[in-house]
């Protein structure tokens, strides 16, 4: 375990105790930021001339589950907020120091749903839309978002689009209250964004296909084995660590509440076969998917460090066993859930917010069958593939 995630570990208990106020007030606590920044986590995918620790990306997911499994929302900041360092630091180096310039703890949010429009102007863009998801943003100073290409009338050209990742600072754009409203994952305060013809500088663009398909990476990181990881490997390993990380919490939740349930026919929850068994199951399968999702990323951390570059079979690969891991998971856990019997809906007990933080994590785009499994099995086939940013 790295320096980061001993720290969260050191200090679980601290971090569940700010789990409910800050479902209460959709948004993470300041005393949980303070916690996660204190860690180091945020700084683990950061290059280090940029004052981050450049580290083994295993070192990143062990801290984004570890976190997720003392308090959900924690953990799905983590993973989202923490991952965005690792494309930054092949973006360009004048925005990089606007933003790591005077602290290396800058938080960045996103989202990268292209749902925005951005018109050319002289030096730049100007930009428009709403986004909504933006996980963390609250407490973070810049944002990451996903928009296509107008011209100078705000036209869309016919066919394909083209797609750029646009920075911009806290202060060009609005953070929509009331906005996130939602069933789990209350505490990431993922509210929506928007802003109207924002100028956004030339240096603040990048073009979408350069990023997934690494040519910034080698182009500013050439000897770094960290950045020639893809988009799609590493943003789909970090949400696939933070669901893993609230399932470890779920499974311990569970464990605590078997000790002393009885259910109504008299049935002890903590000698009977059927618990027993399913206990037993549920955990062989996050030690399982745990174990799968880090052996993969060991894998390709190995590959790019001997100076190879990732396949697009590689690629699929880690998408279809990331998802299963993420499905295995949840699959085991629902039966285990279902047991503890209608006890099981209370809030005084926690099994409900720990499920439907779960519930609510599998259904991001990283988590979902028909985004991994299907192209997978297209390719195996020479069938063509759907466009995504995901492998």
């Known amino acids: ?15 569940q105790d700010e789990t409910l106020p800050g479902d209460r007030d959709s948004n993470l606590t300041a005393k949980t930021i303070e916690m996660l920044k204190a860690s180091g986590g945020f700084r683990l995918l950061l290059a280090r001339d940029l004052g981050g620790e450049e580290a083994h990306p295993n070192e990143f997911l062990d801290w984004v589950m570890t976190t997720a499994a003392a308090q959900p929302s924690a953990g799905w900041v983590a993973g989202v907020v923490g991952v965005h ?12 120091q606007e933003i790591y310039g005077q602290d290396p703890d800058t938080l960045t949010a996103s989202p990268y749903a292209p749902f925005g429009i951005a018109r050319p102007v002289e030096g730049g863009y100007l930009l428009s839309g709403e986004w909504p998801y933006s996980t963390g943003t609250r407490y973070c100073d810049w944002v990451i978002l996903g928009c296509r290409v107008a011209d100078a009338d705000g036209n869309l050209p016919e066919g394909p689009q083209d797609v750029r990742h646009i920075v911009l600072p806290r202060g060009d754009y609005e953070i929509v209250d009331d906005s996130w409203n939602v069933m789990g994952l209350k505490g990431t305060g993922s509210f929506n964004v928007r802003m109207k013809d924002a100028f956004v500088p030339e240096h603040r663009v990048s073009e979408a296909e350069k990023v997934y398909e690494g040519v910034y990476a080698s182009e500013r990181r050439p000897d770094s084995p960290l950045y020639a990881l893809k988009f799609g490997v590493m943003f789909s390993a970090a949400i696939a ?16 509440y078997m000790e002393s349930r009885v259910s109504i026919a ?9 618990h027993l068994n399913a206990l037993a199951v549920a955990e062989a399968d996050f030690e399982a998917s745990r174990c ?4 993969m990323m060991s894998e390709l951390y190995a590959h790019v460090s001997a100076g190879k570059e990732i396949s697009r079979e590689q690629r699929l690969n880690f998408r279809r066993n990331q ?65 995504t940013t995901l492998y």
């Open 266 to 274: 008299g049935t002890v929850a903590k000698s009977d076969p059927i």
């Open 323 to 387: 998802v299963r891991a993420t499905d295995r998971v949840f699959e085991s856990l629902s039966p285990l859930s279902r047991l503890a019997g209608s006890a099981g809906v209370w809030e005084e007990n926690g099994l409900e917010r720990w499920w439907r933080d779960l519930q609510t994590a599998v259904t991001h785009v990283c988590n979902t069958r028909d985004g991994a499994y299907t192209p997978w099995a297209l390719h195996q086939y020479g069938g063509e593939l759907p466009p």
């Open 292 to 295: 799968h999702l880090q052996a």
């Open 85 to 96: 360092p690792w494309e930054i630091s092949f973006m360009h180096p004048t925005l990089q």
């Open 241 to 256: 660590a933070g669901t893993l990380g609230i399932a470890q919490g779920l499974l311990r939740a569970q464990r605590e």
């Open 1 to 15: 375990m790295g320096a980061a995630a001993q720290y969260i570990a050191d200090h679980a208990e601290r971090l």
